[in-house]
């Protein structure tokens, strides 16, 4: 069964870091493009990060500097690391998948196959 799923959400004072982690299973993620995608309350879901197979990265501006997404293709499981949290950061990430390898992906959740059903941050104090 293809699947992914996240975990590593939770509650974090402003300026907190935390560390997404997304798991798959089902298929490889070495081939594939990668992606992080945020959901404020009461707003459309947004990608903020994406990496591609051949490892380039882009990030949203309001991310820029502060979030990081990694990769680790021997467990399967990709990451975004959250530091410098700000409320405004506060929502359901998911992570999502696309299995066509390319030199550069984008933020566009088109083409992303596989979804994971999200993980809550709330940045509060």
């Known amino acids: 069964q293809l699947q992914l799923v996240e975990s590593g959400g939770g509650l974090v004072q402003p300026g907190g870091s935390l560390r997404l982690s997304c798991a798959a299973s089902?298929?490889?993620?070495?081939?594939?493009?990668i992606g992080w995608f945020h959901q404020a309350p009461g707003k459309e879901r947004e990608g903020i990060s994406c990496?591609?197979?051949?490892?380039?990265?882009v990030y949203l501006n309001s991310v820029k500097g502060r979030f990081t997404i990694s990769r680790d293709n021997a467990k399967n499981t990709f990451y975004l690391q959250m530091n410098n949290l700000q409320p405004e950061d506060s929502g359901v990430y998911y992570c999502?998948?696309?299995?066509?390898?390319?030199?550069?992906?984008?933020?566009?959740?088109?083409?992303?196959?596989?979804w994971g059903k999200g993980t809550l941050v709330t940045v509060s104090s």
């Open positions: 999502a998948a696309s299995p066509i390898a390319v030199l550069f992906c984008s933020l566009s959740s088109a083409g992303m196959n596989y």
């Open positions: 089902g298929f490889t993620l070495k081939t594939t493009t």
């Open positions: 990496i591609s197979s051949s490892g380039s990265t």
